[in-house]
């Protein structure tokens, strides 16, 4: 069996998975996709019911995101909230699909979120956090959040510093419409896998030692952490939550510095 410390990321790969058009291929590459989070696993002793996936359609057509339901996906997660909510408004039919929104979130789309979504794992901001909550209790739900940390130490990627994290998580429970469920970060874009390595320990660290002073009611069970280019990496390091758009859905047209907005696309994330 593999050594942990010899796994690789697949980001060499970026651009290059092919577009699932059937049931049969979202079925098939599902089932990859946890055949190798089972082995990421067994590396490392943990159980892979331990581990969450969460498909990322962002981009993808509807049509795309019926064919996921079809084969099984029951929560699919999107970086953008517009696009998120247009497409949680056109799938109404399927009344058991839940949505994740991952990416950035400006306070005046707030409202949007707390409509629609059921999970939230950019938190980085206490005016986010306030706007989400004051919306939520208006629209009398509650929401599973994640903080996400910047971990590459990139100036280009959201999230807050670690050394920021221990006085935001404190300030969470005066918001009592959501539910912090752990952290998240995006790693380092890098072919380097110990580089990538160092960010999901640091974000496991970090938790590690958050656990003894987090507030009541604040949970840090969750690391969402891992996509499709080093979630094997991700899960030797502790992550509960894998977040896998191109490996199952198929590559998309254009470099992710395109979706995640405001991000310049620098040699370092576009190797
Ligand atoms: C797009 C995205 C992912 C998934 O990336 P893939 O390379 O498609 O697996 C994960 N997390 C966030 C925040 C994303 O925006």
Redesign the pocket.
């Known amino acids: 069996m593999p050594a942990p410390s010899d796994t690789q990321t697949l980001h060499d790969q970026h651009g290059r998975y092919p577009e699932a058009t059937t049931v049969e291929d979202f079925r098939h590459n599902l089932t990859v996709i946890q055949a190798r989070i089972d082995a990421a696993c067994h590396r490392v002793g943990r159980d892979p019911a331990t581990v969450r996936l969460l498909p990322?359609s962002?981009t993808k057509p509807e049509t795309s995101l019926r064919l996921a339901h079809a084969a099984g996906c029951r929560m699919l997660g999107e970086?953008k909230v517009q696009e998120a909510h247009r497409k949680w408004e056109a799938m109404q039919d399927l009344t058991d699909l839940r949505w994740s929104v991952?990416?950035h979130l400006q306070t005046n789309k707030a409202k949007l979120v707390a409509r629609f979504a059921h999970e939230f794992q950019a938190l980085d901001s206490l005016r986010v956090a306030e706007a989400l909550d004051r919306r939520l209790h208006l629209e009398g739900r509650s929401l599973d959040v994640f903080v996400q940390v910047n971990t590459s130490g990139e100036a280009s990627k959201y999230g807050l510093p670690p050394e920021e994290v221990p006085a935001f998580v404190q300030a969470l429970p005066a918001f009592s419409a959501l539910r912090v469920r752990g952290l998240m970060t995006?790693a380092l874009f890098s072919s380097e896998a110990e580089r990538v390595r160092q960010c999901f320990v640091l974000l496991r660290s970090l938790r590690d030692r958050l656990w003894q002073s987090a507030p009541a009611g604040v949970g840090l069970d969750e690391l969402s952490m891992g996509?499709?280019?080093d979630f094997e990496i991700a899960i030797e390091e502790g992550a509960t939550v894998v977040?896998?758009?191109?490996?199952i859905f198929g590559a998309r047209p254009l470099p992710?510095s395109h979706?995640?907005p405001g991000e310049p696309s620098t040699e370092e994330s576009q190797p």
Not at 243 to 247: E, N
């Open positions: 990322v962002k970086n991952i990416g995006l996509m499709s280019g977040r896998v758009g191109q490996a992710d979706y995640w």
